[in-house]
């Protein structure tokens, strides 16, 4: 049997058996009716998806109407009613108009997908590749199989008027429609092969030869559309698959030699960025977790401005509180960022060695020195402001034993002839008054310092005097920020100006000089009329395996080339005679039974 590919333009259609002694009349008319069928079932399961989603077709008087339309005109569907689904249905509205919006139920829904489905896979175009046939008899066998389950699902039928029952009727009326133009009439269809038209009157054996095992592409189009563009000696696939074929042995090659030369140097430059890449990842990261808990507790630390000279305190107030609007505050409090449900509050009362007043700045001699005693007698005493460190009693109560009722207590500086140099104030054992175990432990804290009357040394803030901590060492507070921000900083400058420096200078040369050497190689090759393939490495000496290889598989494309074009060449060189048709058998005999080569070409 003689096998057809038949094509409609680039695009494949369906595969058809027919011997040498069939007419080409007969060929070009079957092969024209499967094509039209193909489209019929096409049309056929597009409708029957909208007729699964929104039901039958309206009557063309209300097609288009809106509902206030349809009944200011005093229309009626009388189909609506007569034609109804099996098992129900619900209403789905069709936006565009052109249906009663009654949907099937979802059994029959399911019916309709599952026949559409079957019908569209009996014609489909990868039949082509599966090298099955699509007959006029597969055509009727999917129309009858679309016609069932319609039937199953309207068992009264459609209307007369709706497009699916016209077309099984074959009374649908395509003029005006884009189906109309793919729609190819038997009397007009043409079948071309190898740049000829296959002639009515004549046999096929007159333009394919006396092999019945010949396999051929032939393009169906309408008459007068002009001769159709003949097949490339490759096909599009075909061609991605010869050029993905080199690629990857260019790469392989590539890769084989990239590591029996990477140098010393090589390794050195990739270890370095590696080095250099994590070094700045981990320098951000490692700036990031210091700035909450070691370069913002310190910066706050010194701009609170402690005096480093401890105070004497006093423990005179201790509430422990629940509730977050009861506890704006806390003493000790484990993870800075914990909420607060409960709080003890300590408040203290401090005052200042016996050598220190408030003019003194705490710089020159040792505490309790007698130099410091002499001076602190030559400089006056000034008035201390009981308005400017006052704390909002709001906040600082202590409870009525007898009313329940908040009781309040003098808190901030007190006047010269107070023995307390300020009294109410805040107690806490950092500036920021939290931490993490085992460096801060809340117990011990509560511990040492919740005793009312318990009297310890403290370190009050210049800045705010309501705020009092227990312990201070301004030396490990520099050296923390200092730690903190002159290793992860620089370290984190100098990976980013090396990353910046190897991105744009070191490996950008070596891309420069990979890029030159393969424009340099496509443009020699760019000379020839072939298919451009990939540039071969510098390793494809004459006897390596590589070269053998690749030379066998170019003899071969080359071979089915040379063969398709002397194919061409004799069917349109030779007259067609009696004499000439054994030389023509001949040729295309050759043609075909080349292995492995294409199919001859239009």
């Excluded at 040369?509 to 090759?525: F, K, N, Q």
Aim: glycine content about 8%; hydrophobic content about 35%.
């Amino acid at each position: 049997m003689v096998r057809l590919h038949v094509k409609k333009g680039d695009d494949s259609q369906f595969l058809y058996d027919t011997h040498v002694e069939a007419s080409v009349d007969d060929v070009v008319c079957d092969i024209a009716v499967i094509y039209n069928g193909r489209l019929k079932i096409s049309r056929i399961c597009y409708e029957i998806e909208e007729l699964a989603k929104h039901g039958v077709m309206l009557p063309p008087d209300i097609m288009g109407l809106t509902d206030e339309q349809v009944e200011e005109l005093k229309l009626k569907d009388e189909w609506a009613d007569k034609c109804v689904p099996m098992g129900g249905w619900t209403f789905n509205r069709d936006k565009i108009g052109r249906r009663n919006g009654r949907q099937p139920n979802e059994k029959m829904q399911e019916v309709l997908k599952k026949t559409i489905e079957d019908a569209r896979a009996m014609t489909s175009k990868k039949l082509v590749q599966q090298e099955k046939l699509v007959t006029q008899k597969t055509v009727q066998e999917a129309l009858d199989l679309l016609r069932g389950a319609v039937t199953i699902v309207y068992p009264m039928g459609l209307p007369p008027h709706d497009v699916i029952r016209k077309e099984f009727e074959n009374t649908e009326d395509l003029t005006g429609t884009q189906a109309s133009l793919e729609v190819i009439d038997v009397q007009l269809a043409q079948l071309w092969f190898s740049g000829k038209e296959l002639l009515p009157g004549k046999k096929i054996k007159d333009f394919v030869g006396n092999n019945e095992k010949t396999k051929v592409i032939v393009k169906l189009q309408k008459r007068g559309s002009g001769k159709p563009a003949r097949e490339p000696l490759m096909s599009e696939d075909e061609r991605k698959q010869l050029m993905l074929h080199a690629y990857r042995r260019q790469e392989q090659l590539q890769m084989a030699d990239e590591k029996e030369k990477q140098t010393f140097l090589q390794k050195l430059l990739f270890y370095t960025t590696a080095f250099f890449i994590l070094l700045s990842t981990f320098s951000l990261f490692a700036f990031l977790f210091l700035v909450p808990f070691v370069i913002d507790p310190a910066f706050t630390t010194i701009f609170m401005q402690f005096d480093t000279r401890p105070a004497e305190c006093v423990t005179i107030d201790v509430e422990s509180r629940r509730g977050t609007s009861n506890c704006s505050w806390t003493s000790c409090r484990e993870g800075c960022t914990k909420e607060l449900y409960d709080c003890t509050q300590i408040r203290v009362n401090y005052k200042l060695p016996e050598n220190t007043t408030e003019g003194s700045d705490g710089e020159g001699g040792a505490v309790g020195s007698v130099e410091d005693d002499e001076e602190n007698k030559r400089m006056p005493r000034y008035e201390r402001s009981l308005g400017e460190y006052i704390e909002d009693g709001d906040e600082n109560f202590a409870v009525d034993d007898e009313n329940g009722l908040p009781k309040s207590f003098p808190t901030g500086l007190m006047g010269n002839d107070s023995v307390w140099y300020f009294t109410g104030a805040k107690l806490f054992p950092n500036v920021k008054g939290c931490g993490y175990p085992p460096i801060l432990n809340c117990s011990i804290f509560y511990r040492q310092y919740a005793n009312i009357g318990q009297n310890f040394s403290c370190y009050y803030s210049k800045v705010d005097p309501g705020i009092v901590i227990s312990d201070l060492d301004m030396w490990q507070v520099y050296m923390n920020l200092v730690y903190a921000m002159a290793i992860p900083i620089p370290s984190f400058i100098i990976s980013v100006i090396y990353l910046t420096i190897a991105y744009f200078k070191i490996y950008n040369e070596d891309e420069v000089v990979l890029v030159g050497g393969e424009e340099g190689e496509e443009g020699e090759e760019g000379e020839g009329d072939g298919t451009p393939l990939p540039p071969t490495s510098g390793a494809l000496t004459p006897g390596s395996e590589a070269f053998r290889e690749d030379l066998a598989s170019f003899g071969h494309q080359l071979k089915v080339a040379m063969a398709d074009d002397i194919s061409r060449e004799s069917l349109d060189g030779i007259p067609n005679s009696l004499s000439a048709q054994g030389n023509l058998s001949k040729t295309m005999t050759t043609s075909i039974s080349t292995p492995p080569g294409p199919t001859a070409a239009v």
